[in-house]
């Protein structure tokens, strides 16, 4: 069965930090792009992080740049999503994905291509 379990979310300070992560069973982890997204309320879920299966390669959206940092150990299957300088614009549940192809590189990912598994979310409050 393929999952995606999110955890490490939770109520936060403006400026605060948290540390996301998403263990990954039933999916060829190790070759695959994983991204991070997230949905506010009222909003459209947009994508805030991809890292190709090597960890060499990464993207961003431009609002997360210099304060989120996406990183994965394949030993453990997990990917985490190191979020610092929290706002309460990045208030909003946080999703991670898995693509549906090896090929796809973060790029795609971050475009919303290919993504087949998706975690059950983790919810992330900041606080002004």
């Known amino acids: 069965q393929q999952q995606l379990v999110e955890s490490g979310g939770g109520l936060v300070q403006a400026g605060g930090s948290l540390r996301l992560s998403c263990g990954a069973s039933?999916?060829?982890?190790?070759?695959?792009?994983m991204g991070w997204f997230r949905q506010a309320p009222g909003k459209e879920r947009e994508s805030v992080a991809a890292?190709?299966?090597?960890?060499?390669?990464?993207s961003y959206i431009d609002s997360v740049k210099g304060r989120f940092t996406i990183s994965r150990d394949n030993a453990k299957n997990t990917v985490y999503l190191q979020m610092n300088s929290l706002n309460s614009e990045d208030t909003a549940v946080y999703y991670c994905a898995a693509p549906s192809t090896p090929v796809a590189g973060p790029g795609d990912v971050m475009r919303g291509s290919y993504l087949d598994v998706w975690g059950q979310g983790t919810q992330v409050t900041v606080s002004s």
């Open positions: 890292i190709d299966w090597s960890g060499d390669s990464t």
């Open positions: 039933g999916i060829s982890f190790s070759i695959l792009t």
